[in-house]
């Protein structure tokens, strides 16, 4: 059955760095477009970042230039480099799947806790 597992997140102070991983099985993974999203305390969840199934990236204005996405097909493993980390980025981050990156996502996974202070 389709899991996609995140791990990677915790607390770190602002200025500093994590880099969330997402591990997953049963679709096709190479074929899809695969995203990040977020969901702060009392917000709703928003996007961060998606690449393409040919690797072509996007990210919302929030964290371009700070965060990169990136994924390894051999490993199945997305991933989330974020650097230089803000109050604003405190979240919790979900990767997700979907058959094209215009579409919404399919599946999801259970979201990994990030807290910047």
């Known amino acids: 059955h389709v899991q996609l597992v995140e791990s990677g997140g915790g607390s770190v102070q602002a200025g500093g760095s994590l880099r969330l991983s997402c591990v997953v099985s049963?679709?096709?993974?190479?074929?899809?477009?695969m995203h990040w999203f977020r969901q702060a305390p009392g917000k709703e969840r928003e996007w961060v970042s998606q690449?393409?199934?040919?690797?072509?990236?996007w990210y919302t204005d929030a964290v371009k230039g700070r965060f990169t996405i990136s994924k390894d097909n051999a490993k199945n493993t997305l991933y989330l480099q974020m650097n230089r980390l803000k109050f604003d980025d405190t979240a919790i981050y979900y990767c997700?799947?979907?058959?094209?990156?215009?579409?919404?996502?399919?599946?999801w996974g259970q979201g990994t806790q990030v807290t910047v202070s």
């Open positions: 690449i393409s199934a040919d690797g072509s990236t």
């Open positions: 997700a799947a979907s058959r094209w990156c215009s579409t919404h996502p399919v599946y």
């Open positions: 049963g679709f096709t993974y190479s074929s899809y477009c």
